[in-house]
């Protein structure tokens, strides 16, 4: 499964992106999506989760109520809103699949990834 994320860029503290992973590969659309984040030099985190069907989500504390996680599988693309955004959103952003049909919130369970997309948010 090969991942690309799109949809990153500078936006001011309040204001709202929209991030994208399209998938390409056999079978892409019965992966799992996690989105991650990364600041310097910190740890990758989990931000949000979307399973295959698109049924079932789960969001990190940090971002809910803020982030919404959703998926269109006939465009085999995974989509994550951010709105309300703060300074302390700002990472590289990742996403990246999974196989298994449970929630994984930890990085090393997932198993393809994509190359990251920058979000800046300035205050």
């Known amino acids: 499964v090969h991942l690309v994320e799109s949809g990153g860029g500078l936006v001011q503290a309040g204001g709202s992106l929209r991030l994208s992973c399209a998938a390409s590969?056999?079978?892409?659309?019965?992966?799992?999506i996690g989105w991650f984040r990364q600041a310097p030099v910190k740890e990758r985190v989990f931000v949000a989760y979307i399973s295959a069907s698109g049924g079932s989500t789960y969001y990190a504390d940090s971002v809910k109520g803020r982030f919404t996680i959703s998926r269109d599988n006939a465009k085999n693309t995974v989509y994550l809103q951010m709105n309300s955004l703060k300074p302390e959103d700002t990472a590289v952003y990742y996403c990246a699949a999974d196989r298994a049909a449970v929630v994984r919130t930890t990085a090393n369970r997932y198993d393809y990834w994509g190359q990251g997309t920058q979000v800046t948010v300035s205050s």
């Open positions: 590969g056999r079978s892409s659309s019965n992966y799992a």
